[in-house]
């Protein structure tokens, strides 16, 4: 079902990529399709003073450029800040290393996160869903990321890496301060506000590392002296066929890496998700009344408008030329997923919402490369699950008030989205 464009052409064209303010009120659409149109890698200066970088933002250019390992490192830092070769050391985990390497510490990890396995989570994410939903239900009207969004993928952390639901919380907190921090709503240490060098050994300048760090450590002994064998890190612990296992470094940085990618990203999807459903009710309708192999198709679709992950940046190995500009040894190079995903040389009417959209080749996982998203199949199957449960219980929905976008140009998300609903 066809929605409104999310973007007026009368929208700033000019946006600065390289700010986090320029996306408080959401992506700046108009700029990503200025530059698909006009100048498909662009340059540009950041605006704190660090070195520029290019920007690639066709669909087909990010495909292609995204498998190029050899060419566009990720073994340099995958955000846009410069990093000392220190810095990268202390605070990598694997999403920043190419493979042979990447693909070592990847096979300690994929059997957890594979799809036979996330597939037996089914029926605990429905039932955890369930009591989200009844809780959240108690009112007509809250806010949809705080009851929602934020509940789900919180608590199946807490279940699948086997901690105590108590410290879920705690735990995704910490991950907003990591994840989150350019953003004063969920850290006092805002990275481009304040002095963080103190911090500069710590994931993502944070002191929220620190604390993580701490935790990871007390739980890997609490594993290995229970002997648990029930959940995703005694999976990851365990040697491979090879005899190699993670060390207690990769196990901390894995342990970061999980607790902030592994829940905001499938919290922002949901999120977007429910502001499609409450501001256009034949989506809603249509996922209603169509059977079940719908949300299949829907899930891929809402991911593809979501886009929460909006870009990761690479460094290039060598010089190389592409649509006429030359790229240079050494420098950062950033892959617009967000950008990407509205291109339309890849996708028919890109700002609507086609929800038996396919075939479907958004890029809002890395699909492409060798850093394609892990928890992928459980991000997809948690969107899924709520879906099917908010249609099943309710006849409608709307959006009552203004939303609240993530001040961030890496991670976009609502972080609060108010929504009234109408009772089955």
């Known amino acids: 079902m066809p929605m409104q464009s999310e973007f007026s052409h009368s929208e700033d064209a000019f946006a600065d990529l390289s700010s986090h303010d320029a996306f408080v009120n959401g992506v700046p659409h108009a700029t990503f399709a200025r530059l698909r149109n006009e100048e498909p890698l662009a340059w540009m200066d950041s605006s ?38 220190e810095e990268y050391l202390a605070r990598r985990t694997f999403q920043e290393t190419d493979p042979p390497q990447h693909r070592h510490t990847r096979a300690l990890v994929n059997k957890a996160f594979s799809r036979p396995v996330v597939q037996q989570y089914e029926d605990l994410i429905r039932a955890l869903a369930s009591e989200i939903l009844d809780a959240a239900f108690e009112s007509d009207e809250f806010d949809a990321v ?34 989150a921090n350019t953003d004063p709503n969920y850290t006092d240490f805002v990275v481009d506000k304040v002095d963080t060098s103190e911090f500069r050994l710590m994931p993502f300048r944070s002191p929220a590392g620190a604390d993580l760090f701490e935790y990871a450590k007390r739980h890997l002994e609490r594993l290995q002296d229970e002997g648990k064998t029930d959940n995703v890190l005694s999976m990851i612990l365990q040697p491979t066929k090879e005899g190699t296992s993670m060390t207690e470094i990769e196990f901390r940085n894995f342990f970061c890496l999980l607790v902030a990618a592994g829940n905001d990203t499938t919290r922002y999807s949901i999120a977007s998700s429910i502001k499609a459903l409450a501001n256009f009710p034949d989506l809603f309708k249509q996922l209603k009344d169509s059977d079940e192999s719908i949300y299949n198709t829907a899930v891929d679709e809402l991911i593809r408008w979501a886009s929460p992950t909006m870009h990761f940046r690479r460094t290039a190995t060598r010089d190389f030329d592409l649509h006429g500009r030359s790229v240079r040894e050494g420098d950062k190079v950033v892959l617009w997923f967000v950008s990407g995903n509205r291109d339309e040389d890849a996708f028919e009417n890109p700002y609507d919402i086609d929800l038996t959209r396919s075939p479907n080749r958004y890029v809002a996982f890395g699909q492409g490369g060798p850093h394609v998203c892990l928890g992928m199949w459980l991000a997809r199957l948690e969107v899924k699950v709520v879906l099917q449960e908010l249609t ?18 890496f991670i976009g998300g609502i972080r609060y989205l108010p929504i009234r609903i109408q009772r089955a």
Do not use: C
């Open 48 to 85: 704190d003073g660090s070195k520029g970088f290019w920007s690639i933002t066709r669909h087909a250019d990010i495909l292609d450029y995204n498998r190029q390992f050899d060419l566009l490192s990720s073994a340099r830092g995958i955000r846009m800040e410069d990093q000392t070769e």
């Open 146 to 179: 705080e009851m929602i969004a934020r509940q789900l993928p919180m608590r199946m952390l807490a279940r699948i890496i086997g901690v105590p639901d108590s410290d879920g919380d705690w735990l995704v907190a910490k991950g907003d301060e990591l994840i």
């Open 392 to 409: 099943r219980r309710l006849s409608g929905l709307e959006q009552s008030g203004d939303q609240k976008y993530l001040r961030s140009n």
